[in-house]
């Protein structure tokens, strides 16, 4: 478990409270001798890859296949797309040597894997029988980050990205497939207990590219918003570059039209961030490695076997498919609480000579650290309630934040009161001209996160751009960011 450290102050230091956190909950170690590159720990590990299942659910669900594609890209591959090149050249990892010998042809350690994929796909979609055409991957991408680094958030390596390509026969289709992913973002992010908001990009910040991208957001405890999800139409810009096309029922080829959908390990920095409190983590029950944890709590000379009763309670659990372990370490129970405190573990069964002679358990919840004593024989019925109870508890505490940290307002120093005040995110009138947009960044010293998707939300009437004063054609969202 590591030993007892001081509680750093989640509502006070966020950032101090998450570097520590990191490491003494076991998600990761960061002191790997390559800045930006960490190890996961087995805790962590076990959470994301709790995380990816859900994914790998949502992706067979939707008619998406799975597949791994090498992490090494030719240059001659990569130098397809002169607009991704621009968006990623000083960002990449280039080998140059095998051994002692240079490399005729230049490689790249991915930074994403449009450059990788799509001289595949013009070998492997010829018809429109092909159509649509489903993929994904999780794999470890590279990425030269020149910011300060923070793990799971701002990384060097993400050793867990996520990516979905697809083609279509039509921009139409492709835009059901953009729906289709918000569909599978919105059922995560709720088995996640993660509210969120969508935006789309301006056009200076979307996807090297892109037609256009979407970005997802969650309010961290600070006040800045977490990206933890993209979604891209490319229109036909890839394929264009790659060749990609398909050969029509009339007997005529067309260029095929193409999205991505994205996520990482940020969704954990996510779920570490959101539901965190000053004690350690708060993880929801769908992805904690452990969902209950039972802490026997033997006497002397007290008759009755409490790690008996544990083990009972366990094995009654376990045959439901909760996940349960029993800590039966010899340790005062008080550090016991404290570790699985820290370690999120949503439900803690305690167990004493008097509940063994009572037939009955203590059950403390993490997310509100209440405790109530209830029946051996609604144990069971209990803890399912209680598992389902804290989830939504979760859920709706998030959201309440998140929507507390939204505000509006229609000038430039009402949006500066706002990020002195309280932070967050703001929402403003804007003309839709890059100059006034990039004027607003400056003097808001925050990011344009984009207008609120779907495009009708973001629609106003009545107002005007603070900077030039002309009529305003949309919500702008800015936010300071991670």
Known sequence: MGSKVKRKRWSENFSEWYNELIETAGIQDKRYPVKG???????????????????????????????????LIPETEFQKEAEHIAGFEGEVYWVTHAGHDPLEVRLILRPTSETAMYSMFSLWIRSHADLPFKIYQIVNTYRYETKHTRPLIRVREISRFFEAHTAHDSYEDAERQIKEDLEIFDRLTRLLALPYIVSKRPEWDK??????SLGAEVMMPDGRTLQIGTMHNYRQNFARAYNIQYETEEGEHEYAH??????????????????????????PPTVAPIQVVVVPIPKKDVEGDVSVYSREIAEELMNIGVRVHVDERDIRPGRKYYDWEMKGVPLRIEVGPREVEG??????????????????????????????????????????????????????EDARRV????????????????????????????????????????MITDKKCPICGREAKFIARFARTY
Not at 39 to 67: Q, S
Not at 259 to 268: I, K, N
Not at 382 to 408: M, P, S
Not at 432 to 454: I, Q
């Open 37 to 71: 590159m960490n190890i996961w720990l087995p805790y962590g590990l076990k959470i994301m890859r709790n995380v990816e299942k859900l994914i790998h659910a949502e992706m067979r669900g939707t008619g998406h296949e799975e597949v791994l594609f090498p992490a």
């Open 207 to 212: 996807f090297p590219g892109a037609y256009y």
């Open 258 to 283: 193409q999205t991505t959908f994205g996520m990482s390990e940020r969704l954990l920095a996510a779920l570490i961030g959101v539901h965190g409190d000053d004690r350690g983590l708060v993880l």
């Open 359 to 412: 037939r009955k358990a203590v059950l403390a919840r993490r997310d509100t650290l209440e405790k109530r004593t209830v029946e051996r024989s609604d144990l069971v019925k209990e803890v399912r309630e209680t598992l389902d109870k804290i989830h939504e508890n979760l859920h709706r505490r998030a959201k309440e934040f998140l929507e507390g940290h939204i505000k509006r307002v229609d000038t430039i």
């Open 419 to 458: 990020f002195r005040d309280r932070r967050g995110i703001v929402e403003i009138p804007w003309c839709g001209e890059e100059s006034c947009g990039l004027e607003m960044e400056e003097a808001l010293d925050a990011k344009m996160l984009g207008t609120p998707y779907p495009e009708e939300n973001s």
